[in-house]
């Protein structure tokens, strides 16, 4: 097995092992140091976010809101952990150099042509749909597709088999090429 | 920054490193995984699950940890997990996945994740609608597999781990 990959990546093998190993390390760091074992996930934090910037223009709105009040509106681990997410992407691409500005990604010009715009309007209307359904079923691919599986849950089993199954369908319609 | 934040912040870099390190932060490589061309995020999902399940019940069992299973609700997981794969698909990326991106060049995430700070909004203003029809279904509760098979989770681990090496050897065959 390469521990390299062709484009000066590592073995996703060996990269998401070490994740596994960041996985047990965290749970067990913020067990010992907040007295609650936080497990990784990154979707509430959107809720979160959405919460303080509309708390600038409606702050009686999210004070009044039911879910917001639910899931507490304040800058907490798992916020945190999110920024870090940023740092560590930019830090990691810096230090291999393949940090690369990309408005359109291939795939999607192949199929869609060069447009920033609809490239946009697919990012944020799907960034919509995916997050309502996150919610729903409280967790992502981090919440129940790490977590979850780590932890045996029953419903990280349904989650992915979902998120996956109906991502390949609607994948293969989207990016379907026209029969020329 | 309190200790929790501190905290959070080492933990999210330390996951971005390895995110961009394994490449699952492009786009190409979301797409290309569920047009079944590129398991790359499957290989490195998997095998974060290996290491870490057999990590996580050791703590559990031992009592340092405790477990914080997701509740099993029908609704939600059945039409939530279905619209997150909509999303997922148009927008290429998920939510951790979305920022890291951003962080290594890839812009038009910045989209994806204004979309889905929008996205957490709305579902915040439709929550007492969703609360009283699909959440309101069946809630089977927060339960493990070892649960529901009745049976030990160090029995459920090796099978696991002996399926997942199989789907392993299959995508190296098949060079996905």
């Known amino acids: 097995m390469k521990l390299k990959t062709k484009d000066g990546g590592w073995s996703p093998y060996l990269a998401g092992a070490l994740v596994g190993v960041l996985a047990v390390v965290s749970v067990y760091a913020t067990t010992q140091l907040m007295g609650k074992s936080n497990f990784l996930g990154a979707s509430t934090t959107f809720v979160r976010a959405a919460g303080l910037l509309e708390q600038t223009v409606f702050p009686e709105r999210v004070a009044a809101n039911e879910y917001f009040t639910k899931e507490k509106v304040r800058v907490d681990w798992q916020f945190m952990f999110v920024i870090g997410i940023f740092f560590g992407a930019l830090i990691a691409s810096l230090s291999d150099k393949s940090f690369k500005l990309e408005s359109v990604p291939p795939t999607w010009r192949e199929r869609f042509g060069p447009s920033i715009g609809k490239r946009a309007a697919g990012a944020f209307f799907g960034g919509i749909v995916a997050m309502v359904g996150a919610r729903m079923a409280d967790g992502c691919p981090s919440g129940h597709g790490l977590s979850g599986m780590m932890q045996l849950s029953l419903s990280a089993f349904v989650a992915l088999a979902l998120f996956f199954g109906t991502g390949v369908v609607v994948a293969a319609l989207f990016y379907r090429r026209k029969s020329s | ?176």
């Open chain 2, 1 to 176: 920054m309190s200790i929790e934040q501190i905290l959070g912040l080492l933990t999210g870099i330390a996951f971005g490193f390895l995110l961009q390190k394994g490449r699952v932060l492009r786009f190409e490589k979301q797409v290309g995984a569920m047009l079944l061309k590129d398991m790359t995020i499957f290989k490195f999902m998997l095998s974060a699950i290996l290491v870490g399940m057999v990590g996580i019940h050791i703590l559990a069992g031992a009592e340092i940890i405790s477990l914080s299973h997701k509740a099993m609700n029908l609704g939600a997981v059945l039409v939530g997990g279905a619209l997150f794969g909509c999303g997922w698909a148009v927008m290429g990326y998920c939510p951790g996945t979305s920022i890291g991106a951003v962080g290594e060049g890839r812009w038009h995430a910045v989209f994806a994740v204004a979309g889905m700070v929008v996205g957490a909004a709305l579902y915040a203003e439709l929550y007492p609608f969703f609360k009283s029809t699909i959440l309101a279904w069946k809630d089977f509760g927060k339960i493990g597999m070892a649960e529901v098979l009745g049976v030990s989770p160090w029995l459920i681990i090796p099978v696991f781990w002996a399926v997942v090496i199989c789907i392993f050897v299959w995508f190296e065959r098949r060079k996905l």
